[in-house]
């Protein structure tokens, strides 16, 4: 059975102090793993595919990476703005489809100004 | 501005009773799809359509039903066969299923009492 496991569960930072979420994936055959923003009370939002060993992916203060067992979601000087909860899913099997999507649990980020 | 529309927000209702969640998009979109999200779980998939007048099973389908007559619509019925329907319902789409974005609504939250 594919799972996802991210840590920590929870996550406060002060303004400015970097970190990096976790997502570790034990699935046959990796299509493509996913990290989705969401905020409280509504739905997630697309940030990042990532498909391959050492491929990394930017968007202003996050940089996410791959190896073959997990990904990080690296946040550099985050604001307070960046408080949501992040959500790790990764697509497997032999079609490419997103009903192949298994999410993970997600990290909560609170940035403390 | 295109996107997609779930309603009702809130949803209050008693135990024993049916109810329908609507989900509309202007995206253009062939894909939908129905997750269900409860506190320390992930989101899990109910159902998906790749296409109109076609739809397949998640992984938790029993005690829903879904149908798909115009390409812009997806409406999730709760069912009284669900035994445990308290909770964020999430409606997305995608351009197609091999697609890696989903694109997610704003989600709705049902409460039986």
């Known amino acids: 059975e594919d799972q996802v496991t991210q840590s920590p569960e929870a996550l406060r930072l002060q303004e400015g102090e970097s970190s990096s979420l976790n997502c570790s994936y034990t699935v046959s055959g990796l299509r493509g793993l996913f990290w989705y923003r969401q905020d409280p009370g509504k739905g997630p939002e697309f940030l990042f595919t990532?498909?391959?060993a050492g491929e990394e992916k930017e968007k202003e203060r996050l940089k996410a990476t791959l190896t073959k067992k997990e990904s990080f979601l690296h946040i550099t000087a985050p604001k307070p703005e960046d408080s949501a909860t992040y959500l790790c899913?990764?697509?497997?099997?032999?079609?490419?489809?997103?009903?192949?999507?298994?999410f993970g649990t997600g990290t909560r980020l609170t940035i403390i100004p | 501005d295109g996107g997609i529309t779930q309603s009702p927000k809130y949803l209050f209702r008693k135990e024993g009773q049916n109810v329908t969640l609507s989900c509309e998009q202007n995206?253009?979109?062939?894909?939908m799809y129905w997750y269900r999200q409860d506190p320390g779980q992930g989101l899990r998939l109910i159902y998906y359509s790749q296409i109109v007048n076609d739809f397949q099973k998640g992984d938790i389908a029993e005690g829903y039903s879904v149908s798909r007559e115009k390409k812009e619509s997806f409406p999730l019925t709760v069912t009284s066969a669900q035994k445990n329907p308290t909770a964020f319902y999430l409606c997305?789409?995608?351009?197609?299923?091999?697609?890696?974005?989903?694109?997610f609504g704003e989600g709705s939250r049902l409460t039986v009492l």
């Open positions: 997305a789409s995608s351009i197609w299923t091999a697609s890696p974005e989903l694109f």
């Open positions: 899913a990764v697509q497997t099997g032999n079609n490419f489809g997103n009903e192949k999507l298994t």
């Open positions: 995206l253009n979109h062939d894909a």
């Open positions: 990532l498909y391959s």
